[in-house]
Structures are given as structure tokens and as C-alpha cells.
Nanobody, 123 residues
Framework: QVQLVESGGGLVQAGGSLRLSCAASGRTFSSYAMGWFRQAPGVEREFVAALSWNGVVSQYADSVKDRFTISRDNGANTVSLQMNSLKSEDTAVYYC????????????????WGQGTQVTVSS
């Protein structure tokens, strides 16, 4: 089982960019599909993006498609989320997670959650 720690959150102006990173401990990182999720106050946690264990298959929520990019480095045990053209509605706590495959992650079927990192976009 991996443990996940997110970093890179913060305050950014609308239209700006931010890069989130998630560091994983454990030797099984490369066997997991990885995903990013977010939760705004009073709203259910939602899927943002997912990437297969080998980085070949990616899936994105419609709301972030063409603005966000998920990537991973299995050698460094990290997964990242590059967020461009940020909007105020992107404000949320962002969570990294590991799961069986991208389809399961898209349905929020997750094996391991990170603790989350706050992203605030000011308009």
C-alpha cells in the first residue's frame, strides 16, 4: 500500500497556473493508476483527472479538459497536475489518489487517498 502526500497548492489569480505534485511512498506505486480529485465547500468530492499505471491512458473531467494535464514519473514515485487558465470555480481542496484503473478512479473507486492541498483562485 502506498502513502500519498500532496504539495503545490496556494493562491493564484484567475487565468494563472499552478502545478500540484503528489509524492508516493512504497514500492508498488507503479502498479497503481493515479488520479486527482477536488472538493469545494458544501460540494461532493469530484473527479478531475486520472492516468494509467504506465502513463498511456488519461481521462479528464469535462470542466478541466484542455486546461489541466496529469503526468507521472514512476522512477520518482510522483504524479503531477499542471493547471492552466485557472478559474474561480477551480477553487477547492485537491486530493491525490491511487486506484486500480482510470475507469474506477473516474467513479471515485479509490484505494488510497492523500490528505489534500488547498487551491484558491481569486477573480
Amino acid at each position: 500500500q502506498v502513502q500519498l502526500v500532496e504539495s503545490g497548492g496556494g493562491l493564484v489569480q484567475a487565468g494563472g497556473s499552478l502545478r500540484l505534485s503528489c509524492a508516493a511512498s512504497g514500492r508498488t506505486f507503479s502498479s497503481y493508476a493515479m488520479g486527482w480529485f477536488r472538493q469545494a465547500p458544501g460540494v461532493e468530492r469530484e473527479f478531475v483527472a486520472a492516468l494509467s499505471w504506465n502513463g498511456v491512458v488519461s481521462q479528464y473531467a469535462d470542466s478541466v479538459k484542455d486546461r489541466f494535464t496529469i503526468s507521472r514519473d514512476n522512477g520518482a514515485n510522483t504524479v503531477s497536475l499542471q493547471m492552466n487558465s485557472l478559474k474561480s470555480e477551480d477553487t477547492a481542496v485537491y486530493y491525490c489518489a491511487a486506484g486500480g484503473d482510470t475507469n474506477r478512479l473516474k467513479k471515485l473507486i479509490v484505494a488510497v487517498w492523500g490528505q489534500g492541498t488547498q487551491v484558491t483562485v481569486s477573480s
